[in-house]
């Protein structure tokens, strides 16, 4: 199965006119809904505005909220070590949920430079927050991708865009990139991760955030680089 993971960010509106052939299921990211009618399933956080939300479902398209989200990244290891953005939270769903062969994003490089940050104008960016788990936004995504190819699925970025992704580039009729995981680094994040115990069940991690030591959390990000 492969999977099309559109964000908010300015490039995603590429999406618009790729034919439906390549992608067997279309996850679209809080506002990202917007830019093509055929999408599958709507991530976003429960405070999403409701002014932002589809006013009516097509019939099988799905909202997913926490109740499912959180579970499903705490099969992962638990939002906090996903890293706490739309992107990736939903990447753990996805990954749990529906279980791909390919997930594919595109509108997700989380780069802040330019005027226009969201396909929809100046938008609120998440990794621009005061917020632990976006130290590195590369680390979150070498984790995403590492643990993805442990259940046989490949990331990988259909943007050309400068990008805090690690993902390989791909292009919508050739989604290989498959990358290759050094399995060792791998065990080693993950022993890291447990040794620090930063879990939070509720997904509410900001709520403990205090007791997170950055050295630690640094020294998980940097397990997770060295995966590939």
């Not at 104008?121 to 621009?128: I, Q, V």
């Not at 050309?160 to 065990?187: K, Q, W």
Request: hydrophobic share 40%; aromatic share 10%.
């Amino acid at each position: 199965m492969n999977v099309l993971m559109l964000g908010s960010g300015p490039n995603v509106t590429d999406a618009a006119g790729w034919p439906r052939g390549q992608f067997d299921v279309i996850v679209a990211i809080n506002n990202a809904w917007r830019v093509r009618e055929d999408w599958d399933y709507l991530v976003h956080p429960s405070d999403f505005p409701e002014d932002r939300q589809p006013d009516t479902l097509s019939e099988g398209q799905q909202i997913i909220t926490y109740e499912a989200y959180v579970p499903a990244n705490n099969a992962f290891g638990g939002i906090f070590y996903a890293g706490g953005t739309m992107a990736f939270t939903a990447g753990y769903w996805a990954l749990h949920a529906l279980r791909p062969k390919v997930m594919a994003y595109l509108g997700c490089d989380m780069t802040y430079d330019a005027k226009q940050t969201h396909f929809y104008g100046k938008g609120t960016a998440d990794p621009l927050r005061e917020d632990k788990s976006l130290r590195s936004l590369e680390a979150k995504s070498a984790r995403l991708q590492a643990l993805a190819a442990r259940e046989g699925c490949s990331c990988v970025n259909l943007s050309r865009d400068e990008s805090r992704l690690v993902f390989p580039r791909a292009t919508p009729d050739r989604l290989n990139g498959a990358a290759e995981v050094h399995c060792a680094a791998v065990e080693e994040a993950l022993a890291l991760e447990k040794d620090a115990a930063f879990v939070v069940p509720s997904g509410k991690y900001w709520k403990e955030e205090a007791r997170f030591d950055t050295d630690l959390i640094d020294a998980i990000d940097a397990a997770w680089m060295r995966t590939f």
